[in-house]
């Protein structure tokens, strides 16, 4: 197996890497858009998702990775697995599928498996995508490229957390829960206002152009790929603290307060912004709890809030198509009014 | 001496020891004696050479199911995919411009990963794969995709090399040894070389004084150095392999010109005072050096000079025209953001709503629907005997095949031919500009693509090529200015050029037209009403020849005939605009646009009425009404 680039060797990047963290900390807060030009590294954070997160617990032999813990059989491998005896389990890393994006239909929600209907004439479903991503984060790079079918497809899915089969004589529904962590350079083409909505997080990724920095990057990209598992080992210390941080905060998250005057400011905010309907506030108020979660602090504070707006709200404003102006700025200017008051 | 073609054959013989880690090369070349020399030279390096048609499905890249065999057998069958390669091994993928995008997204994926991802029956597998990309495509014409491009190390381009040969000794020595090697622990010797830090510096500062901002680039660069000195039997990583590495890697991608080194400012030339030790003496500029004993090395390089005459050798094939293109900012880079297309997709094997079965060979894309196979297969079972070995339930014959089938919707592309002439500036710019503004808006909803082509003084220029992103088409509009004579005909020409191309990739192009049709300048680009006329009529024939739908919004302030009768001979509705608003321009094109003719009462009453304009006020009726 091809071993990934560890996520603590990643140089920069700061924005990125924080909304990742907030989104391991925190799944609900939705996935991350990262918008950049190429060869930036945003694949390269992605990839290295995997390794840093802990391993999951998962039913051995269902095919969509549920839950021993989990009292809701609504998968067909699980209820058929539950219904007998005593149900195995084990563990698996968290799953980072990467949806290409030429993927036709039927490898994305699955479809009815040709070995057996051919070999043996049973209909049986064959699992996708969506159902290898369940639980873990489902990568599309490029995904302003992606073709309607296939954003109509996950944008009903990404909502739901379910994946509903109905074709080919085939009628299954399985759980697909995944983050949902897209790529892209919108210079190329823009994305539909439904599909961006499904992103919690969106992060503006630049090439550092600090020399520095760069040189950083490609001496420890030299270092990975001239011994990968020595160098993975070498980092193995900051991945495993890294890892033990994101632990405790998804433990502390629970006991985070969050006071009613902030989230009066949190609908503010929105209000200010004229963001359509309410989930911004709500990724708004959860990513602001993870961060608050990944600091180790017990509520949340403006200072949380000023941090994770322009992450969370910056993608979800009626946008002008013609308006140059960087949204950026947009969210910055209701923050200093709302805020500032 | 020939330096472009020696960095063509150190690329080839880099490739073939390393194809993975450089990930391969984007081959811009027209079939010709020069490719065919260079790919004979791989060849001859790389025996293993593999050749991959752009035509391949997901499933032969990938592995998969074999259906043949898995029907014989009466069990499953797997094959193993092309892009599966436990050895370094190169591919060769011609017509690389033509690459569907789903095969260009597969492709860059595995270069990524390194790995074959896992499909439905196999577990991901470590693949050890470089890309040799063929790209045919001319000038105006789509590259490879983007995503693709990015990806591949090395950019060669041999389309304006003469002819191939005149290498230098150096170079033939490389050549004459390389086959007699161990490639296995050349790459080691490679990728353990050591690096100091001021090379890498010198690389990064390269890069970014040529405007090249992916680290891709950066790595493939420090990669091909290595590489290079390896070839040369070398310990260390010298000038000359960096300054190759540069012109194989950087030069290519460059989006900017450097500044002339008077122009460069102090400071960078005093932090790199700071960083270095004082008393070093500056790296002597070792001459070409016979390749077995490279010369002792000084103590360590100065990471500004090395970094300048890094620059000047990645600056030692670059032509000066593309040099001075750069330092204009006219393109970015020259290799351009393409997206890499098949042709004609509309009807599809593929995607797109869902038609009925019909029978059909499951191949070159096309999807077997399994549930119309078995439906097929059934009632003949009693005439087929299965033969006695077979576990199979079904005999399933290949009669019995039924293929998906989709209809794909193709893309639309408006074009909006501006008017930026003198005369049509004087009123109307502003105005044409306000239109095309909300037609832009109109567009973004619904995911059309635009495309910008102005026209004034001698020749049209398409301002902005075909795209979705709106915010660059605003830019490119709000950078025309207006002024000059109308070369109408070139207008129509070049249209004519960007519409049949749209055609080509399977989009439905119409153009929106805004002039006052009157044409004063010729396709020759000489002065004379007569003759500009008489040539905006000859193409505006052309274009009716091609069917293709057009709009001609009369920007003058009364109609005018001439614009009529242009219009007339385009097969183009006219609508005339006196005293019209960008709203009325917008409503009519989108009447054109969704098939309906446009408003013919508004347009004949306009036509009669040109000097009561205030009668007629209908910018919030809806023209389909």
């Not at chain 1, 379910?162 to 190329?188: K, Q, W």
């Not at chain 1, 193995?236 to 890892?243: G, H, K, P, S, V």
């Amino acid at each position: 197996m091809a071993i990934p680039f560890p996520f603590s060797a990643i140089v920069g990047q700061d924005e990125m890497k924080l909304a990742i963290q907030i989104v391991a900390v925190d799944p609900k807060v939705g996935g991350v858009l990262a918008l950049g030009d190429r060869g930036t590294g945003k694949s390269t954070a992605v990839r290295a998702l995997a390794d840093l997160l802990p391993p999951i617990h998962v039913v051995k032999g269902c095919a969509y990775g549920c839950d021993p813990q989990s009292q809701l059989a609504n998968c067909p491998d699980c209820s058929r697995l539950k219904a007998g005896s005593k149900i195995a389990t084990e563990s698996k890393p968290v799953p980072v599928i990467d949806l290409p994006l030429g993927a036709t239909e039927d490898r994305v929600v699955g479809a009815l498996d040709l070995e057996q209907a051919l070999s043996q004439g049973i209909k049986a479903f064959s699992p996708g995508l969506l159902a290898q991503a369940n639980r873990g984060f489902l990568y599309i790079d490029e995904v302003n490229l992606l073709e309607d079918h296939l954003v109509d497809l996950l944008i009903d899915v990404a909502a739901s957390g379910e994946n509903v089969v109905e074709r080919e004589g085939l009628s299954i529904r399985h759980p697909a829960r995944f983050v949902l962590v897209g790529s892209g350079n919108p210079e190329e083409g823009e994305l539909r206002p439904q599909l961006l909505d499904r992103f919690g997080l969106s992060v503006e990724v630049r090439t550092p152009q600090d020399l520095d920095q760069r040189v950083l990057v490609i001496k420890r990209r030299d270092a990975f790929e001239r011994d990968p598992q020595a160098f993975r080992d070498s980092c193995a210390a900051d991945n495993e603290a890294l890892r033990k941080h994101i632990v405790k905060a998804r433990k502390g998250l629970e006991k985070v307060h969050t006071g009613d005057d902030l989230l009066r400011t949190c609908a503010q905010l929105c209000q200010k912004l004229g963001t359509d309907g309410l989930r911004a506030e709500l990724t708004l108020m959860r990513a602001s709890r993870a961060y608050a979660a990944l600091q180790g602090k017990k509520s949340v504070t403006t200072e949380h809030l000023r941090h994770i707006a322009p992450l969370a709200l910056r993608h979800r404003l009626r946008r002008n198509p013609l308006d140059d102006t960087g949204s950026g700025t947009r969210v910055q200017r209701a923050l200093e009014e709302v805020l500032g008051a | 001496m020939n330096l472009a073609w020696d960095d063509a054959l150190w690329a080839a013989a880099a490739l073939s020891i390393d194809p993975c880690g450089l990930r391969g090369v984007w081959l811009r070349a027209p079939h010709g004696p020069v490719r065919d020399e260079w790919l004979a030279q791989l060849t001859r390096l790389h025996p293993a050479l593999r050749r991959v048609p752009g035509h391949a499905d997901s499933e032969r890249l990938l592995g998969g199911l074999d259906l043949g065999a898995t029907l014989h057998a009466g069990r499953a069958i797997y094959q193993p995919g092309v892009l599966t390669q436990p050895d370094p091994t190169l591919l060769l993928l011609p017509m690389a411009e033509r690459l569907p995008d789903d095969t260009a997204a597969i492709l860059g994926q595995v270069l990524d990963q390194g790995q074959v991802p896992a499909g439905r029956q196999q577990t991901a597998q470590d693949t050890f794969i470089g890309l040799v990309a063929l790209d045919e495509s001319l000038e105006d014409e789509p590259p490879m995709a983007g995503g693709l491009q990015e990806r591949l190390g090395i950019w060669l381009d041999l389309r304006h090399m003469g002819r191939a040969g005149g290498e230098d000794d150096n170079t033939r020595w490389m050549l004459d040894t390389l086959p007699s090697m161990d490639l296995s622990a050349l790459r080691a010797h490679a990728l353990h070389l050591d690096m100091e830090d001021a090379v890498v510096q010198a690389v990064c500062q390269t890069a970014h004084t040529l405007g090249v901002d992916s680290l891709r680039a950066c790595l493939a660069t420090v990669k091909l150095a290595k590489l290079l000195a390896a070839l040369r039997g070398s310990d260390q990583v010298q000038e000359e392999d960096l300054g190759r590495a540069a012109r194989l890697v950087l030069t290519p991608r460059a989006t900017r010109a450097p500044v002339p080194p008077d122009q460069q400012a102090a400071p960078p030339e005093a932090e790199a005072q700071n960083d270095s030790p004082p008393d070093q003496p500056p790296p002597s500029d070792p001459p070409e050096q016979p390749p077995a004993d490279p010369p002792p090395e000084p103590p360590g390089f100065d990471p500004q000079d090395m970094a300048e005459l890094m620059l000047e050798a990645a600056l030692a094939t670059l032509p000066a025209d593309v040099l001075a293109l750069l330092a204009d900012h006219k393109t970015a880079a020259p290799a351009g953001r393409g997206q890499g297309r098949s042709g004609n997709r509309k009807p599809s094997f593929l995607r797109g709503t869902p038609l009925p079965p019909r029978p059909g060979n499951p191949r070159q894309g096309a999807r077997l629907h399994v549930l119309a196979t078995l439906n097929a297969a059934v009632p003949r079972q009693k005439l087929r005997r299965l033969p006695s070995h077979s576990r199979a339930k079904l005999a399933i014959r290949t009669e019995d095949f039924h293929v998906h089938r989709y209809a794909e919707h193709s893309p639309t592309c408006l074009i909006f031919a501006i008017d930026a002439s003198g005369s049509a500036a004087l009123h109307r710019l502003a105005e044409a500009k306000g239109a095309v503004e909300l037609l832009l808006t109109q567009s973004y909803a619904r995911r059309d693509q635009v495309c910008v082509i102005g026209f004034r003084g001698t020749q049209a220029e398409v301002l902005l090529p075909p795209t979705k992103s709106l915010v660059r088409a605003k830019r490119s509009l709000s950078g025309l200015p207006g002024g000059g004579g109308t070369p109408l005909a070139c207008a129509i020409e070049q249209c004519l050029q960007v519409a049949l191309a749209e055609k080509r990739l399977g989009h439905s192009p119409s153009l929106v037209m805004l002039s006052d049709g009157r044409p004063n300048v010729s396709l020759q680009g000489q002065g004379g009403r007569a003759q500009a006329l008489e040539d905006a009529l000859t193409l505006a024939r052309v274009w009716r020849g091609h069917q293709l739908p057009a709009i001609w919004l009369d920007t003058s302030a009364r109609p005018e005939p001439q614009a009529q009768q242009l219009a007339q001979a385009m097969g183009a509705h006219y609508v005339p605009l006196p005293m019209a608003n960008s709203n009325r321009m917008a409503q009519a094109v989108q009447a054109v646009q969704s098939g309906n003719t446009p408003p013919a009462t508004a347009t004949a009453r306009a036509a009669w009425q040109p000097n009561a304009p205030s009668a007629q006020t209908p910018v919030w009726r809806n023209p389909g009404a």
